[in-house]
């Protein structure tokens, strides 16, 4: 089975812009999950999305949002860009259902620059 | 404080020497993960448990849910065991709180 992909793998934005990343997850999992990690915050969970329905939310800012689609593949925006959006941006897939504690399969993450 | 806290936060070893990394967390959990991250981001999740033990290859992983911790154990330990130890608290669905991981060297 092909593992989590992530694409693009390396992003220059400004200030302000937006961004979109995508994920497609490993055949057959539901759920898709998104990860902001930083030198500072450390890894840091942004949403969990299942079965197109956003089941989970960590503590960002609503300039972060995403969403996913009937073939499981997931999509994260990010907004009007500030320079502390800068960080690895790692996806991860499960079965998970049901809300049940699953493995996760992590992409090899988007790495975003802002300046 | 943390929900979520590991000790040590870096650890240089000898090949050979078995290794421990503690975690401790402070939130009600369905399941205890940990990651091995190498440089350039990739994260491998290595055990997922919510009780007792469990073991691969040369790693070990254990938990105490009364007590709220869990350690993972490297045995035999070799260079390519270099990376960060990641431990993460299971909440809900597969929404994960992070420790803040712990940067293993193994010298040769």
């Known amino acids: 089975k092909a593992g989590v992909t992530q694409t693009p793998r390396y992003l220059i934005k400004t200030r302000g812009q937006q961004v979109t990343l995508s994920c497609s997850p490993i055949?057959?999992?539901?759920?898709v999950s998104w990860y902001q990690q930083t030198p500072g915050q450390g890894l840091q969970f942004l949403f969990e999305y299942f079965s197109e329905t956003q089941r989970n939310k960590g503590n960002f800012p609503g300039r972060f949002s995403g969403r996913q689609f009937s073939n499981s593949r997931s999509e994260m925006n990010v907004s009007t860009l500030e320079l502390g959006d800068s960080a690895l941006y790692l996806c991860?897939?499960?079965?998970?259902?049901?809300?049940?504690?699953?493995?996760?399969?992590f992409g090899p993450g988007t790495r975003l620059l802002v300046l | 404080k943390n929900e979520v806290e590991q000790s040590p936060q870096n650890l240089t070893a000898q090949e050979g020497e078995f290794i421990t990394i503690n975690c401790s967390y402070s939130?009600?959990?369905?399941?205890l993960h940990w990651l091995q991250q190498h440089p350039g981001g990739g994260i491998v999740s290595l055990f997922m448990?919510?009780?007792g033990k469990k073991k691969h290859g040369r790693l070990i992983a254990t938990i105490n849910i009364q007590e709220k911790h869990s350690s993972l154990h490297i045995t035999a330990s070799h260079p390519r065991d270099s990376a960060v130890y990641i431990c993460a608290a299971g909440v809900s669905g597969s929404r994960l709180t992070f420790g803040e991981g712990t940067q293993l060297t193994v010298n040769p």
């Open positions: 939130v009600g959990i369905s399941a």
């Open positions: 448990l919510s009780s």
């Open positions: 055949s057959g999992h539901r759920s």
């Open positions: 991860a897939s499960s079965h998970a259902d049901r809300g049940n504690q699953q493995t996760q399969y």
